[in-house]
């Protein structure tokens, strides 16, 4: 397979058009068979749902090419699984999770060629998507849908690669008990993108959102699950009904225990305690794991102990072993690697 003539390593996270994606269309009750297609333009009404009263929901997985020029996806099952919840809870139709995995395959082997180089330190990142395309006007779900997936090549979700991010503390909410916080509705990220504006313009890289009801415990950023080190090497992860359960995280905390023979918890973490950690670390598949060296709480600094010049050990060992499953350098746990 011959690789597209592309700057893969000077690729930041953005869209670049490649040349098929998958498109089923749900309609009087039913899934389509679906199929690729190479138009990128999606034509709707003016009233569909999805523009009037943002009934959309999406996926993020990757792409890669391992070591020995394999190509293969990460755990694209745990992806179809949440898909299908999401939709469950904003009244969409869910997509057969077995039809995810296929459609996922499919549009990898169509890009092929825009499947990042091993050792390039880009990926292929897919993007599944659905959201209701009939008219919709009194305030009720679509009747008709349509799933998407289209793939683009990406390299580091933050500028600067591995190099420790900056964050503050948000006076906005992400997500509401009882609310969305833990499923992937395009409405989650609408509403992060004041509270993101306003971080970048003061020089932050992300926002760090505590609980809405209390404004005590961590939840999460607007992209990503925390994950924190203790000073006696313990793996800690915030516990939250809120919060989008990462794929990433999951993976993260099995790496810990299993290859790693680190203890591993996922509980409340209350924001007093942050201050004591020796790591920190954003995870997810965008910002796979993104070291954070300060967090800023309104001129209040909190700076850890690894400092802003390179990820901590216990953070790095973690990026380490994950990549290495990912790339096919180390060996994976059943299922976790699908093969293309
Ligand atoms: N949290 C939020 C809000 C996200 O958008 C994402 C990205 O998908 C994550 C966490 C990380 O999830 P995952 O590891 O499944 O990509
Ligand atoms: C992902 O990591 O796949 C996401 O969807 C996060 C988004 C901020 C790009």
């Not at 998507?129 to 933050?158: C, H, L, S, W």
């Not at 993108?193 to 809405?212: C, Q, R, S, T």
């Not at 990503?224 to 203790?230: C, D, K, L, Q, S």
């Not at 810990?256 to 409340?268: D, F, I, P, Q, S």
Request: charged residues 25%; hydrophobic residues 35%.
């Amino acid at each position: 397979m011959e690789k597209k003539d592309i700057d893969w390593s000077g690729l930041g996270f953005g869209y670049v058009k490649t040349d098929k994606r998958y498109v089923s269309n749900f309609k009087n009750g039913a899934w389509d068979d679906g199929g690729l297609t190479e138009d990128a333009d999606i034509v709707m009404n003016e009233c569909a749902g999805v523009l009037q009263y943002a009934q959309t929901c999406f996926e993020g997985l990757k792409a890669y090419t391992t070591e020995d020029g394999r190509t293969v996806c990460f755990r694209p099952d745990l992806n179809a699984a949440r898909m299908y919840d999401t939709a469950q809870r904003l009244e969409m139709p869910p997509f057969p999770k077995e039809r995810f995995v296929e459609a996922v395959k499919q549009v990898v082997k169509a890009n092929e060629a825009w499947v990042p180089p091993y050792g390039s330190g880009a990926t292929l990142y897919l993007r599944p998507y659905m959201f209701g395309i009939n008219p919709v006007i009194g305030v009720k779900p679509a009747e008709d849908y349509q799933f998407r997936i289209f793939a683009t090549p990406v390299g580091p979700y933050f500028k600067g690669g591995a190099k420790p991010l900056t964050l503050c503390v948000s006076d906005f909410d992400r997500a509401a008990p009882h609310g969305t916080g833990h499923i992937k509705a395009g409405l989650n990220y609408a509403m992060s993108l004041h509270p993101i504006v306003e971080a970048h313009k003061a020089g932050f890289a992300e926002n760090m959102y505590l609980d809405a009801a209390t404004r005590t415990k961590v939840e999460e950023t607007g992209g990503a699950n925390f994950i924190f080190v203790t000073k006696d090497n313990k793996v800690v992860t915030p516990k939250s009904s809120s919060i989008l359960p990462s794929i990433t995280r999951r993976s993260l905390m099995y790496v810990a225990k299993e290859y790693l023979g680190l203890e591993a918890e996922e509980r409340e973490v209350h924001f007093d305690e942050v201050k004591d950690f020796a790591e920190c670390g954003l995870c997810g598949t965008a910002a796979v794991i993104s070291p954070v060296g300060k967090i800023v709480d309104h001129g209040k600094e909190i700076c850890f102990p690894s400092g802003m010049d390179e990820m901590g050990p216990v953070t790095k060992k973690l990026y380490d072993t994950l990549t290495g499953i990912q790339m096919g350098r180390l060996d994976a746990p059943e299922g976790w690697i699908v093969e293309i």
